[in-house]
């Protein structure tokens, strides 16, 4: 092929200019950071290697395992492990045509719930979105808390609109237990490709990106949460809300395809070291170790308490001493907190001492009133050297004289950065 030496020197830079110019203009194409200085990258995965980070992701919400749904937003598939694959850099979430569990469908999740929350940040998915009708695909934070609202969607996508992207943000006031602040955005077709999902989080505005570009901001500073925050990809499918229901036109099996999910936090942002405690309600928490399966009884919506937080606590039926439970709670970063556990007293309650780590924190308390009672319990401040899920075990030592049993009666475990 015939040369031109005096275009040589010039083709470097032309090439340089037109490989700016395409990743300028290509909507799918965008830089992974936050905008402007100060930003630390907190939590990533990139999705390599051939099998899910167990270590950073659940394929259940936090009240299933090995199945689950969110029947209250009307899902009609039932969120199975082995929907959630891992192969060639990308994470992905199947739907397909499945019975089980009473369910039509199964499809694929990721919650980072007591693996990863954080308080304030920016939050970013790169994904490809299916097209299908009744394919409902969430980029959404939810509180580490397990109380709803608050929750953040970060990016709602409906298979049936492929060019709409809805951005909401769910709260609750002191006179409303739910609020909500929805938007959407038309832009390309999102199934067409891969594009870029953030969220800018802090104590001031919620302000949504698409591609890079704002999207949305919400400014109403009364109403913004300040509690840790949880990350999940769901694919969902169902008929609620503006939602169509899968039919014979709806594409089985289909795929959510995630290029990465990755959250950084600002250096000049507050963190838990100055705002609201962390609180885990004990229904929520996951059992990992109990004295015997006859002492542990869960308080569900049968036996509702008004006086409980999210009306339900847990019960531990004990009838000697040296029965015990253990809770495992999220600690979100190693430092000091102060410990305490809201209770429910009663005539048959026992005594008992909390240890964590196996190391004991507070004194032995007792849970013994003559009629019921509910108090919050101060059990002294514990240093942790790392983050991370936690033991808490709560070990029965004795009872009042004058109490009939042994039962202990637990509605939430609070931890207050010091």
């Known amino acids: 092929m015939k040369r031109y030496p005096h275009l040589l020197k010039y083709t470097k830079k032309i090439l340089q200019g037109l490989s700016l110019i395409a990743v300028l203009c290509s909507p799918t194409t965008v830089l992974a ?28 919400y936090w009240w299933g395992n090995n199945g689950c749904t969110n029947g209250g937003s009307g899902d009609v598939q039932w969120y199975q492990p082995d929907d959630v694959f891992v192969n060639n850099g990308i994470l992905r979430l199947r739907a397909q045509k499945r019975k089980m569990n009473g369910y039509e469908y199964t499809s694929g999740m990721i919650s980072s719930h007591d693996k990863f929350a954080f308080q304030y940040g920016y939050a970013e998915m790169r994904a490809k979105m299916p097209n299908g009708r009744g394919f409902w ?18 990016a709602e996508y409906l298979g049936s609109q492929p060019n709409n992207m809805h951005m909401t943000y769910h709260y609750s006031t002191p006179t409303s237990k739910h609020q909500s602040s929805p938007w959407a955005y038309t832009g390309a077709d999102f199934s067409a490709d891969y594009h870029t999902y953030a969220v800018e989080w802090n104590p001031k505005e919620i302000i949504w990106y698409i591609d890079g570009m704002e999207r949305r901001r919400y400014t109403a500073t009364e109403h913004i949460s300040a509690e840790a925050m949880y990350v999940m990809a769901t694919f969902a499918l169902g008929k609620a809300w503006i939602n169509t229901p899968p039919d014979e036109t709806t594409p089985f099996p289909s795929y959510s395809n995630v290029d ?4 950084w936090r ?62 495992t709670v999220n600690v979100p970063e190693a430092r000091t907190f102060n410990v305490r556990v809201g209770v429910k007293r009663y005539h048959n309650r026992g005594k008992f001492q909390l240890s964590i780590g196996g190391t004991n ?6 849970l013994y009133a003559s009629s019921s009672d509910y108090v919050e319990l101060d059990l002294g401040n514990i240093t942790f050297d790392a983050s991370g899920n936690k033991s ?14 042994y039962k202990l009666a637990f509605d939430y475990i609070k931890l207050t950065p010091k």
Not at 35 to 54: C, M, R, Y
Not at 293 to 314: Q, R
């Open 260 to 263: 990465y999910i990755k959250v």
């Open 361 to 366: 924190c507070g004194n032995p308390q007792d």
């Open 33 to 60: 950071d936050p905008v402007g200085d100060g930003w630390a990258l907190v939590f990533s995965d990139d999705f390599n290697g051939t099998q899910l980070d167990k270590k950073k992701w659940s394929t259940c």
């Open 392 to 405: 808490f075990k709560f070990t029965v030592v004795d009872k009042n004289a004058q109490s009939s049993s």
């Open 137 to 154: 695909t969430t980029f959404w934070l939810a509180s580490q808390r397990r109380a709803w609202p608050p929750e953040i969607d970060i």
């Open 266 to 327: 600002h250096k000049d942002s507050p963190s838990t070291r100055a705002v609201t405690p962390i609180i885990s309600e004990t229904e929520g928490l996951k059992v990992a170790a109990k004295s015997n399966l006859a002492h542990v009884i869960f308080l569900g919506n049968a036996k509702a308490d008004a006086k409980l937080s999210n009306h339900m606590g847990t019960m531990l039926d004990s009838n000697k001493v040296g029965d015990s439970v253990t809770y």
